[in-house]
């Protein structure tokens, strides 16, 4: 049984930060690449940002240079610190394994950017 509690997310003005947080309750999280995706209405669930066990990041076009994935393994838990938002960044953020993400999701964490 794997859960995944994701946290973190809000309203903020364009140009802002934002740090969320996903808790993960699987034994082996340590070696299990993960990623955050996003998903806005109407539009298929992407992914934004894997982080591999050993900590080997990428990032989509769309995010790069101003997004950062890590992980703390010791405290089973992913990071994704948001800066220079845009309002397209506003979507419900989730994370999951990646890739293959588990069957089951969380409920994500709203992030709307907006003035």
């Known amino acids: 049984q794997v859960s995944l509690v994701e946290s973190g997310g809000g309203l903020v003005q364009p140009g802002g930060s934002l740090r969320l947080s996903c808790s993960a309750s699987?034994?082996?999280?340590?070696?299990?690449?993960m990623g955050w995706y996003r998903q806005t209405l109407g539009k298929q669930r992407e992914v934004v940002a894997t982080?591999?066990?050993?900590?080997?990041?990428n990032y989509a076009d769309s995010v790069k240079g101003r997004f950062t994935i890590s992980r703390d393994n010791a405290k089973n838990t992913m990071y994704l610190q948001m800066n220079s938002l845009k309002p397209e960044d506003t979507a419900v953020y989730y994370c999951?394994?990646?890739?293959?993400?588990?069957?089951?999701w969380g409920r994500g964490t709203q992030v709307t950017v907006s003035s």
């Open positions: 982080i591999t066990g050993d900590g080997s990041k």
């Open positions: 999951n394994a990646a890739p293959g993400p588990f069957p089951s």
């Open positions: 699987v034994s082996v999280f340590r070696l299990l690449p």
